[in-house]
């Protein structure tokens, strides 16, 4: 079957709405969500703050639509929990550093982790980093992130066991898409240049092959942030489906049209799309480093699943880590 009509099909394959997560008691554990002010990570967050949580972090880079979104929660209904809000630029790797310090000096045990943040524009856009903020916020920053709070998920899990869910194993949850299905093909790969080619503004498809690649390599990278992380570590690459958000918000004319007309037809409302963050988050999963879509574990794409030997992976990773380095001072090897 063509590429194209194996993603359509993943996708409408992928879209019910009858979705179940279990209840899970979190008291005494806590919880990050990035990019919780808004879509699916908001809901996430609430849903998970109904599961008594001792802490929640909203993790936004707008302070002021985090504490309303800390509000929202909190008048929630079966939510104790006070919702704090930190801040995370994920166009900025300072922040993103910065951010990750302050979880290991503030955080003396972190169970869940949400790596959720994460855009689509129809406008090629470069960060103060210099890069082109699609691929630094959803793949660079997020793979970065994912790395840095691995080791603090891990240090956790070696704390004794709590009274509530004693076998609960802390879980490292990271937003992708069905999306990395459309990709065929990765320009640069061979040559050590996928960012640079991701960097020009004459190959920028934003809300197309722009966003698509960079959720692909994210979903390259998630066996090497599971490995990071460790056996004791639940790592899950996520699907939220086709899920109606903010995420589209700077699209115009006739593209509003067309993603009103499929939201109408398909789209799950944010409180569904965010099942199956939280289901990745609090299920005790048979491994890491799994990819999950509509509250199951599934098969993520071929060029993913034909990565067996991790070369795909090794070549986008030399390429990152030598951005990181350059531009976030820090050295992440594979
Ligand atoms: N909606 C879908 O159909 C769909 C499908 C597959 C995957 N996803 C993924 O699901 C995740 C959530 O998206 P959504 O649909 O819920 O969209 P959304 O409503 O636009 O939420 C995105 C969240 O990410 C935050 N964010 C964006 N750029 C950021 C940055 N530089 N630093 C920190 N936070 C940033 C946003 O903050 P601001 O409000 O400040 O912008 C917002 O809180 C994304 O990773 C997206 O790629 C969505």
New binding site residues.
Partial sequence: MPYKTRGLFEFMRNQPTQLDIPTTDLTGRVVIV?????????EAARQLAQMSPDRLIL????PN?GREAATSIAASSNVRVKPEVWT????SFASVRAFAARCDQELARLDIFVA?????SPTYKQTGDGIEAITQ??TLSTTLLACLIAPILARTATLPALAKSPSFKPHLTI?????HYLVADLPGLNDGTVFQYANNPKNFNGIGST?RTS?LILMLNIPAIAAKAGPSVLVTAV?????????T?ELKGVMVFVVGVLNKMY?RS?ED?AKPLVWASVAPLPSSGLYSSSCKITKPSEMVMSDKDGSKNTAVWREMQVIWKEKAGIDVPL
């Fill in positions: 990035t990019g919780s002010n808004s879509g699916v990570g908001l993790a936004v880079r707008r639509a995370l630029d994920m166009a959720n943040a994460g855009m689509s916020v959803n937003v992708t898409s069905y999306v966003y959720k699907d939220p489906g086709h899920v109606a958000t903010n995420i918000r789209a944010p799309g």
